[in-house]
């Protein structure tokens, strides 16, 4: 079973939580970004390898044991936090944040740059995958079960540039404890890749 | 058409590269990892996003207009230093590296911790998508000519726990061109996600 925690914690600690830390992990972002493309010599790769360790070993001086969790608030509230894709507190997530029109789509805009490559200049098919993947499980759920990936497959028109891009998923049917949902990257010139998933409740969490 | 390009620098000059950029980019690996899970206070959370700040800018002093991008070397090599998989330049990467056994299988073993998490303690399940989408697209692949994902689809037997991984993958058929491979995802209690895929050498790498 999934450990997801209740956090006895106010809406004014999220906030301040959300203050101190999302900064940081932007901060971490743009120094992927700066890795990746940097054409330094060694002597200032030192210099800044030095400072990027200090740093970690500042921020390790108190750290939790594992991985961050999925915590729920009082309210309800969730706060994925360490999510691969959506995390504010993670910097491998671009992060996504995901949206929910009044006709049932879950939508989100997001940039992604030189860290989510792999074919030249454009974003690694798996990127969209996980991208997707993450979106359409979203749009599966009803907000506060969760509901993990039972089956997904992808389709890839072709490929898709880097830069800004808008990926959109929506549920097309809900049979017993299953919940199908399809949906779409796309870049400036259109769709690029198409999705279809089924999304199922965890036994455990159909209160049987 | 993707820009592949063709670098004319010696063997002698990627390893100096290497030794330059690999430890910087595990360096920040080790930052990400922090930054999900530490709990210092908001004073030592500022000191250290003032470092990382400082060798953000000092990496981007002189850096690339764009993206790393896919390099041959004249050795026929292949530098995929930024790819988002399998890139040694890249944080995002765990970096997995690709074996190939003699009976065609091409697999790896690596480490997923808190910043690839998706359901508490467990990998997201886009992660699994993203690594089997670049395993699937190798073991389709001859080593030269570049194969992208055409379809793939992903089977998810049970939540994949963080830890140290493995994945195979192996061309199961050929049909002009197109390639379909199968693989799979497993952690240390057995298989958890299941993948196959059909790869396609795009129309330019043909020679038509």
């Known amino acids: 079973m999934l450990d997801f925690t209740l956090e006895n914690i106010s ?3 999220v906030e301040r939580l959300r203050a101190v830390y999302e900064p940081l992990a932007q901060s971490v972002r743009e120094l992927i970004d700066a890795t990746v493309r940097t054409q330094v010599e060694a002597a200032d790769v030192a210099v800044a390898k030095a400072e990027i360790d ?11 044991d594992g991985s961050f969790g999925v915590r729920y608030l009082a309210s ?18 671009p992060p996504v944040e995901i949206q929910h029109d009044s006709s049932g789509t ?26 997707l993947d993450h979106l359409l499980g979203e749009a599966a759920s ?15 028109l072709r490929a ?9 998923a929506a549920t097309t049917r809900v049979d017993g404890v ?9 870049d400036d010139h259109g769709v690029t890749v198409e999705a279809e998933g089924v999304f199922i409740q965890p036994r455990w969490a159909r209160g049987e």
């Not at 200090?54 to 939790?64: E, F, H, M, V, Y």
């Not at 299953?178 to 796309?186: E, I, N, V």
């Open 178 to 186: 299953k919940t199908f949902a399809a949906g779409h990257l796309a």
């Open 11 to 13: 809406a004014e600690d």
């Open 76 to 93: 309800g509230e969730r706060m994925a936090w360490g999510n691969a894709v959506i995390g504010i507190r993670n910097p491998i997530a």
């Open 106 to 131: 879950s939508w989100c805009d997001f940039h992604l740059g030189a860290a989510y490559e792999g074919p030249p200049g454009h974003v690694h098919g798996g990127v969209a995958a996980l991208i």
């Open 142 to 156: 009803d907000g506060i079960n969760p509901r993990l990936t039972g089956t997904i497959s992808f389709r890839y």
């Open 54 to 64: 200090a740093a970690t070993a500042r921020l390790r001086r108190k750290q939790l």
């Open 160 to 168: 898709t540039r880097l830069g800004d891009l808008h990926a959109e």
